[in-house]
């Protein structure tokens, strides 16, 4: 075996990571990162200077990956499965990314940003930024709500990397910022829940679920 994903089983873009892999069926081990040892940081900067999980070390070609959206294209290229992740076709291609995008930048960030202001102290919270957030994120819902109608995933007939990313921007995402007015967004969730990938992952992240600083708001199916 010769990959190896750093990761934490709570982190969201380790999610999105976790469930490619498990869709493609990749062989793979994982090291687990604790965040609270300083030593792990250390180790982990030498891998990618930005401190940032997941990052995937592959020995057999000698090269240290970071970036989930990159991960997945590395392992996609790479280590192929039976069904592509990111299709052969330009332009579908390109739609997968530009939802992969949306994903991240706008609902999975904004997310990040409120999640983290409850870890700020209370003279350094940020409640603006955490309304823009919410903004942001409901305005994310009402584009992906009207491009759902009629698709079973996010770019047609066929799971995609975009719809790795979707796992947890709308798994956590919704959490914060519930996606109740918005019937297609919530219809896909369910979908994307009942994929085995997308179970097997949620599964794996409840031992840890505990951590989340807003477990009185999840769902009591998940915990
Ligand atoms: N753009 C990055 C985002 C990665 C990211 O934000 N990772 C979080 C965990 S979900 C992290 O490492 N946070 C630790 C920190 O910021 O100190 C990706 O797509 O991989």
Same mark, same amino acid.
């Not at 990618?48 to 997941?54: E, Q, S, T």
């Not at 009629?150 to 995933?153: L, S, V």
């Given at each position: 075996m010769t990959l190896t994903l750093h990761y934490h089983p709570l982190s969201s873009y380790c999610h999105k990571v976790l469930v490619a892999l498990y869709e493609l069926g990749t062989d793979f081990r994982t090291h687990h990162l604790d965040f609270s040892n300083p030593e792990v940081q250390e180790a982990l900067k030498q891998l990618?200077?930005?401190? &940032?999980? *997941?990052v995937l070390v592959d020995d057999a070609r000698g090269t240290n990956t970071a970036e989930s959206s990159v991960i997945i294209e590395y392992v996609d290229t $790479?280590? *192929?499965?039976? +069904? &592509? #992740?990111?299709?052969?076709d330009t332009d579908h291609a390109l739609e997968v990314r530009k939802w992969d995008r949306i994903f991240d930048l706008y609902i999975q960030n904004e997310m990040q940003r409120i999640v983290g202001d409850s870890f700020r102290p209370d003279d350094a919270k940020d409640p603006f930024g955490v309304e823009q957030a919410k903004g942001t994120m409901l305005t994310a819902y009402g584009m992906l709500d009207a491009h759902l109608m009629? &698709? +079973?995933?996010v770019t047609g007939d066929s799971f995609t990397m975009a719809d790795c990313a979707a796992v947890p921007a709308l798994f956590y995402g919704s959490i914060m910022? *519930?996606?109740?007015? =918005?019937p297609n967004v919530t219809a896909y969730f369910e979908r994307l829940i009942a994929r085995p990938s997308v179970a097997r992952v949620l599964s794996e992240a409840k031992p840890w =679920? $505990? #951590?989340? *600083?807003?477990l009185d708001r999840m769902p009591d199916r998940f915990k």
């Open positions: 990618w200077p930005m401190c &940032k999980m *997941p $790479h280590y *192929p499965g039976a +069904e &592509k #992740l990111i299709p052969q009629g &698709k +079973e995933w910022v *519930p996606t109740t007015d =918005f =679920f $505990h #951590l989340f *600083p807003y």
